[in-house]
C-alpha cells in the first residue's frame, strides 16, 4: 500500500527535500492535540502526512469557529516566512495522524539555506489567504446543507477514508450554525442515501452525489490550490 506523503515536500527537489527532512522529526497527530495557540509565538511548524488540522477562531465570548483545514496537501506554520511571532487561530489536530515537524527557528534557517523553499511557502500562504476568503464569503451566503455537505467532502479528502468520527455538536460548531441545522441537513444526505450517521461514526456512501450537494466553493476551493501552486512554485 502506498505510503501517503505530504504533497509540499513533493514539490521540493529530491537534494532539497531531504535537506528539509534532516530538520525535522516525526510527529504523532493525537485528536484533539492544540499545536498553536492564538496569540502566542509559534514553536514548529509541521508538514500533515495524515490526519488534518483545523484552523479555529475565538472571538469574545462566542464559540469557536474554523476558518481553514491543513491536511496533507498544505502546511501549519508557512506565515513564519513573514516573521511573524504568532498566529490569529488555534490549530487543533482534527484528524489523529502524523507529521514532519520542525522548530520554527530551524525552519527559518532553512528558508534562507533552500531558495526554492520560500517560493513555496510564499505560495503555501497566498493559497491560504485566497481560501480563507472563499471561505468568509461562504459562511455568509451559502445554506447550512451544501456547506455541511463542503465540509464532510474536504474531512474526506484529508483523512483518506469514507469513515470517521465526528458528532452532530462538532459540526455545527466549525461551522457556525446551530445544532438544528446540522441535524436537518445530516438526515436529509442519510434519508438520501449519500452518508449513513450513527452515534458520531459518519461513513459517507455516495461521494458523487455529495459532491452535487455541496456549495461551488469546494470546487473553487480546489481550484485555488491548484493554480496559485502551480503558478508560484
Known amino acids: 500500500m502506498h505510503r501517503p506523503e505530504n504533497a509540499l515536500l513533493l514539490k521540493l527537489r529530491p537534494a532539497a527535500r531531504q535537506q528539509l527532512l534532516d530538520h525535522c522529526e516525526p510527529f504523532e497527530l493525537?485528536?484533539?492535540?492544540?499545536?498553536?495557540?492564538?496569540?502566542?509565538?509559534?514553536?514548529?511548524?509541521?508538514?500533515?502526512?495524515?490526519?488534518?488540522?483545523?484552523?479555529?477562531?475565538?472571538?469574545?465570548s462566542h464559540p469557536p469557529l474554523e476558518v481553514g483545514m491543513v491536511g496533507g496537501e498544505a502546511m501549519l506554520g508557512a506565515e513564519l516566512i513573514l516573521g511573524l511571532a504568532a498566529t490569529p487561530w488555534r490549530a487543533l489536530a482534527q484528524g489523529a495522524g502524523s507529521s514532519w515537524r520542525i522548530g520554527a527557528q530551524q525552519l527559518r534557517t532553512q528558508i534562507d539555506a533552500?531558495?526554492?523553499?520560500e517560493a513555496l511557502l510564499q505560495a503555501c500562504l497566498l493559497t491560504r489567504l485566497h481560501q480563507q476568503t472563499l471561505a468568509a464569503a461562504c459562511q455568509?451566503?451559502?445554506?447550512?446543507?451544501?456547506?455541511?455537505?463542503?465540509?464532510?467532502?474536504?474531512?474526506?479528502?484529508?483523512?483518506?477514508?469514507?469513515?470517521?468520527?465526528?458528532?452532530?455538536?462538532?459540526?455545527?460548531?466549525?461551522?457556525?450554525v446551530r445544532r438544528v441545522g446540522v441535524t436537518e441537513a445530516a438526515s436529509h444526505f442519510q434519508d438520501s442515501g449519500l452518508i449513513v450517521y450513527h452515534r458520531g461514526?459518519?461513513?459517507v456512501l455516495d461521494r458523487k452525489a455529495l459532491e452535487a450537494e455541496a456549495c461551488s466553493c469546494y470546487v473553487a476551493d480546489k481550484q485555488i490550490y491548484q493554480r496559485l501552486m502551480k503558478a508560484k512554485v
Open 30 to 60: 493525537v485528536l484533539s492535540a492544540e499545536l498553536s495557540v492564538r496569540g502566542k509565538p509559534l514553536q514548529h511548524a509541521h508538514f500533515p502526512i495524515e490526519g488534518f488540522l483545523s484552523l479555529v477562531i475565538d472571538v469574545d
Open 114 to 117: 533552500i531558495p526554492e523553499l
Open 140 to 176: 455568509r451566503y451559502h445554506q447550512i446543507a451544501p456547506r455541511l455537505a463542503r465540509w464532510l467532502l474536504m474531512m474526506q479528502d484529508r483523512s483518506h477514508s469514507e469513515c470517521f468520527h465526528v458528532t452532530q455538536e462538532f459540526m455545527a460548531l466549525m461551522l457556525g
Open 201 to 203: 461514526e459518519l461513513t
